[in-house]
């Protein structure tokens, strides 16, 4: 059987590459698209595991793992919104993380904002 590719614009088809990036949706409901609850880690630091959830609540925020314990951290400031346990030790660590990959972070929230998002995009 023969397969034909034919190249497709950009403008057609950024659209639809940016809402596969957003996640999977699972419902339309008044003309928006519902999307399931998505992370991304976007780095892993000898056992720590930086995340970005979509969908989420102000401000924009990220969150940091360790064994069972996690923290949030606000993007704009690298300021603990909550958390406890082993994580917390290591938050100068976190902090010269955040200095250096801000743009990262930014980049990701951003990136996962579906439309239905309460909180949208990071701006500084």
């Not at 590459?17 to 699972?26: A, D, H, K, V």
Request: glycine content about 4%.
């Amino acid at each position: 059987m023969t397969e034909w590719a034919v190249d497709v614009d950009d403008e057609l088809s950024m659209p639809l590459w940016e809402s596969i990036l957003q996640g999977p949706i699972f419902e339309i409901k008044d003309g928006k698209a519902i999307r399931m609850l998505t992370e991304e880690t976007v780095e892993r630091v000898n056992g720590l595991k930086i995340q970005i959830f979509s969908n989420e609540h102000p401000p924009p925020h990220f969150r940091v793992v360790y064994q069972s314990s996690s923290a949030n951290y606000d993007i704009a400031s690298c300021s603990r919104l909550n958390g406890s346990g082993d994580v917390l030790r290591y938050e100068k660590n976190i902090r010269v993380w955040w200095d250096e990959n801000k743009a990262k972070l930014i980049e990701t929230w951003n990136r996962l904002r579906p439309s239905d998002c309460p909180v949208g995009r990071y701006h500084e």
